[in-house]
Every structure is written in structure tokens, then in C-alpha cells.
């Protein structure tokens, strides 16, 4: 009886800096995870292609007054507001990047009548998409990347967040 309980602490105190360990590893994990907050201000960019999988084929991101957030999940619905809030804080430099995106969005987008701008899959490159919480504002727009009769202005608007999204994944 006395060898078994001695085995037994012999195996637990083997174990233990493993289950420590383990521990440790599963609460720094869990500190990764980050949600948006609904009452703040933000910005969701990204981008998706229509007939691909993985992590090249959906790239978002969410941008508050001070982080600059990737998503965890790599995929879009294809419709509505962006639907997951899983994201992993990004470096100060990559904040850095992205903060004055909003300086950028035309006033004209907000006169939209429509969240979806341009023809869908016209050329099968995918889309660029956009959502923005300004106080009591809070809309989303996707651009098509196929559509070449697209406003200029609005153009002008997906290459800054084409450069930003490129930027930030150097």
C-alpha cells in the first residue's frame, strides 16, 4: 500500500509542470481572442474571392480607436454585416497602417441606396468589402473587383483598401 501511494506521488509530481504548463498555455491562447465592442466606434475591411478556400481567400480585419484586429475565421457569409467577432490583435505598426482608413471612405457611400456596388463576379476576381459604425451610422458596402464601369470615386476608395489590406501583410 505505502509503494502505491508513493508511485502515485512520484507520477503526479512528474506531471505536474506539464499540467502547469497546459494551464498556462490555454489561458495565454484564450487571451488571443478579442471581440469588437457593438457601442464603439469600428471598422471591418477585407477581401474574399467567390470560388476559393483558406486563408488567401478571406482576409478581414476590424480597426478601433486603438487596435487593429485580424478574424480568426476565414470565411464570409456573402451577405449581411460581417457575422463573426473572433479576432487577434495585430502589432502597432500594422495598427499604424490601417488607422486613417476611415479619412478615406467618400461621402457618397453613405448616400447609397444599396450595400452591394458593382456587378457580382462579373470577371470571378471576388470582392472588397467595407463596414463602418460611426456613432448611430452603421452600414457595409461589398465592391466587386470585376466591375469596370465601377465610379471612379469608388475605385479610388477599393485601392486604399486594397493598399492597406496588402500593407498590412507584408
Not at 512520484?10 to 465592442?37: A, E, R
Not at 457593438?38 to 482576409?59: K, R, S, T
Request: aromatic share 16%; hydrophobic share 40%; proline share 4%.
Amino acid at each position: 500500500m505505502v509503494h502505491s501511494t508513493m508511485r502515485f506521488r512520484n507520477v503526479v509530481k512528474q506531471f505536474t509542470p506539464l499540467l502547469i504548463s497546459l494551464g498556462l498555455l490555454l489561458f495565454v491562447s484564450c487571451q488571443d481572442t478579442l471581440s469588437v465592442d457593438p457601442q464603439e466606434d469600428f471598422i471591418v475591411f477585407g477581401q474574399f474571392n467567390g470560388y476559393c478556400l483558406g486563408d488567401a481567400c478571406f482576409i478581414f480585419y476590424a480597426l478601433t480607436e486603438d487596435v487593429l484586429l485580424e478574424s480568426n475565421v476565414d470565411k464570409y457569409s456573402g451577405s449581411g454585416f460581417y457575422p463573426y467577432d473572433d479576432y487577434a490583435p495585430l502589432s502597432q505598426d500594422k495598427f499604424n497602417i490601417a488607422e486613417d482608413l476611415g479619412a478615406f471612405v467618400p461621402q457618397e457611400l453613405w448616400l447609397e441606396t444599396t450595400s452591394h456596388i458593382g456587378q457580382a463576379d462579373v470577371s470571378d476576381v471576388g470582392a472588397l468589402y467595407f463596414e463602418m459604425k460611426n456613432g448611430s451610422d452603421h452600414r457595409y458596402w461589398v465592391f466587386e473587383r470585376g466591375d469596370f464601369d465601377m465610379p471612379v470615386v469608388y475605385k479610388t476608395f477599393m485601392s486604399k483598401i486594397q493598399e492597406k489590406i496588402t500593407l498590412i501583410n507584408q
